[in-house]
């Protein structure tokens, strides 16, 4: 995974900071990417698609 923060970081953020979840086009590498709505108030660098199935797929249900 290329996304600019560490892979703990994201996997903590997408699975107890994530509201819900914005799509935000496609990568280079052809998947959808989508931005995360957090609790926090930071923003984060859009994630895979994969990342979020793998971690919280219930975030995908609400953003179709
Ligand atoms: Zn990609």
């Known amino acids: 995974m ?3 923060i560490g892979m703990m970081k ?10 819900s979840i914005e799509y935000c086009g496609r990568c280079e590498c052809g ?3 989508y931005n995360l709505i957090t609790d ?3 923003v984060y660098p859009p994630v895979h698609e994969e990342s979020i199935l793998n971690l919280k797929p219930d975030l995908l ?4």
């Open 31 to 33: 998947c959808n990417k």
């Open 10 to 19: 994201l996997i903590e953020v997408i699975k107890k900071h994530t509201l």
């Open 40 to 42: 926090d108030g930071l």
């Open 61 to 64: 249900e609400v953003a179709e």
């Open 2 to 4: 290329s996304d600019g």
